[in-house]
């Protein structure tokens, strides 16, 4: 079965730490996506990435690193820089051919205290 | 940039039928997504506009007037499943980058 993959669901970690996401796709897309979503706030996009190497940061990349290597992993990294990291982080990808639906992970709830 | 408003909360009855309103502001456009959320999830796909007028999936539609800024999802036959959250969601013209409303919470009571 094609999909995409985040592990694991739940996440805990004392504030100081860095902490990385994993997101697979084996769904062959070219592009990927972070997402996080706060209790009554909409998906915030983090980092995105078009093609392998390559990307680009969204509307709230400050304290998140990412990497894109392979084409079918984009982990990201919460790094002590990020404020307020307890949220759920939301992994997505899409062909990258543009107007396309994206398809989403089942997300990872960080909690850091 | 592009700002969306959506209601926060919607109530409606088992059968009955619900129409979700989106509105959006954006300096350019290509696309209106509407996903459905069930708590603690990932979104799914329910459907995708880009020219205006309705358009028609099993139980769901979506409608879209790209001149007024405006979408909507209608929901016929509610079933308590329907329950969740729904996203409207915009694409920016040459962009990959989804823009999302804060979501729309649907409770289905029988």
């Known amino acids: 079965d094609g999909g995409i993959t985040q592990s694991p669901k739940y996440l805990f970690r004392k504030e100081g730490q860095n902490v990385t996401l994993s997101c697979e796709q084996n769904l062959n897309h070219d592009a990927m996506y972070w997402y996080r979503q706060d209790p009554g706030q909409g998906l915030r996009l983090i980092y995105y990435s078009q093609i392998v190497n390559d990307f680009q940061k969204g509307d709230i990349a400050e304290g998140y690193s990412v990497s894109r290597e392979k084409k079918e992993s984009f982990p990201l990294t919460v790094t002590s820089a990020q404020k307020n990291p307890t949220a759920f982080y939301l992994c997505?990808?899409?062909?990258?051919?543009?107007?396309?639906?994206?398809?989403f992970g089942p997300g990872t709830r960080l909690t850091v205290t | 940039g592009q700002n969306i408003d959506q209601p926060t909360e919607m109530t409606a009855t088992e059968g009955a039928i619900v129409q979700i309103n989106c509105t959006y502001q954006t300096s350019g456009f290509n696309g209106l997504f509407w996903y459905q959320q069930h708590a603690g999830e990932a979104p799914t796909f329910l459907s995708y506009n880009v020219l205006d007028g309705l358009e028609e999936k099993g139980r769901f539609s979506s409608f879209l007037s790209r001149s007024k800024g405006y979408s909507y999802l209608l929901l016929k036959e509610l079933q308590m499943k329907d329950s969740a959250s729904y996203l409207c969601?915009?694409?920016?013209?040459?962009?990959?980058?989804?823009?999302f409303g804060k979501g729309t919470k649907l409770s289905v009571i029988p």
């Open positions: 997505a990808s899409s062909t990258g051919t543009g107007g396309e639906e994206q398809y």
């Open positions: 969601a915009t694409k920016g013209a040459g962009s990959y980058q989804l823009t």
